[in-house]
């Protein structure tokens, strides 16, 4: 399994408002410039991420993207279903009866207990957690100068 390209850029954009945008809105040019987005995706991630409540859009000459709540109660899991809808490993965890199989396969278990897990992982994950410096780490902004990380 592997998150699509949309979730990644909508991960990156979140982490750098939860970095950065404590000076008040941030322009969607800087946002892609700095965590490497296509300039023409960035609108299309922040437009998702605002739907969904989680960062809020500025109009006018000094507007922008800034975090519509606070990064330590952001989760990953909330970000990636924003812009991806719903994390299932496989279609018989979506609801019961989704797969005609899940009553009598013996794979359902391993699958359903996988999905709880994922999901429980992604939810718990919190952004300020994420920026938050790791032992000999340097500071969160430190580490996310280098484009691309």
């Not at 500025?58 to 990064?71: E, K, M, T, Y």
Request: proline letters at 6%; a neutral charge; one cysteine or more.
């Amino acid at each position: 399994m592997q998150i699509t390209q949309t979730a990644d850029y909508a991960v990156r954009t979140v982490v750098y408002l939860a970095l950065h945008g404590n000076g008040g809105p941030v322009a969607a040019s800087v946002i892609a410039k700095e965590m490497v987005i296509p300039g023409d995706y960035i609108s299309k991630v922040v437009q998702a991420l605002s739907r969904a409540g989680l960062v809020e859009s500025v109009a006018g000459r000094n507007g922008g993207a800034q975090l519509a709540r606070d990064p330590a109660e952001l989760s990953m899991l909330e970000i990636i279903e924003a812009v991806d809808g719903p994390v299932t490993l496989t279609r018989c965890v979506v609801r019961p009866g989704a797969c005609p199989r899940d009553t009598y396969c013996v794979v359902h278990d391993f699958w359903e207990s996988a999905q709880k897990g994922l999901v429980g992982v992604l939810s718990q994950a919190k952004i300020a957690d994420i920026c938050r410096p790791k032992d000999g780490g340097g500071s969160p902004r430190a580490r996310q100068e280098k484009p691309g990380v």
